[in-house]
């Protein structure tokens, strides 16, 4: 997992929420080593982190037993992504537990059911070691997550949006 260039801290869990990211965090650093800063964004996320997340759907689904009959050892996590089933999932948030060889991570998500929607959280899956089938595909997309909450903890957001403004000094408002 990679850190912050100073590795200063390392991201514990992040949650997208009404289009705003909510981070916890630990500092690595003496004299405050171990202390867990919470971090509410103001600031609407970036389609990339979006995009991470979504990337962790189909994890959700696979752990969530959505292909079942349809997939086989052998299936990519590519051939999955595109079963319908798939669409059902989406992942919102996802914590790191653990520290270096023992470190696991809990996705959290929706899977839309006929009535609505259920909440759920993964049982914690290993990212170094652990017997998931597609271990290194979400070793590398929890990755790229992380690396994008950390670039919205330095100021990537999404574009800010333009008011457009008229101008009445140059319009002729006399029109009787």
Do not use: W
């Amino acid at each position: 997992m990679e850190e912050k260039e100073t590795n200063i801290y390392e991201i514990k869990k992040a949650q997208i929420k009404e289009s705003l990211c909510l981070i916890s965090y630990e500092l690595l650093s003496d004299p405050i080593r171990g202390d867990i800063i919470k971090h509410k964004g103001v600031h609407y996320v970036h389609t990339d982190l979006e995009e991470a997340f979504k990337r962790l759907n189909v994890f959700l689904a696979h752990i969530d037993e959505a292909y079942k009959g349809f997939s086989t050892n052998k299936t990519t996590i590519t051939e999955l992504e595109n079963k319908e089933q798939t669409e059902k999932y989406t992942v919102v948030g996802f914590s790191i537990t653990g520290k270096e060889e023992s470190r696991s991570v809990i996705l959290t998500g929706v899977k839309e059911v006929e009535y609505g929607y259920i909440k759920f959280d993964t049982p914690k899956i290993m990212l170094e070691g652990g017997n998931y089938l597609y271990l290194e595909e979400i070793s590398e997309r929890i990755n790229d997550a992380i690396n994008e909450v950390i670039a919205y903890l330095g100021g990537k957001k999404a574009p800010e949006p333009v008011q457009s403004s008229i101008d009445f000094d140059e319009m002729d408002l006399d029109v009787f």
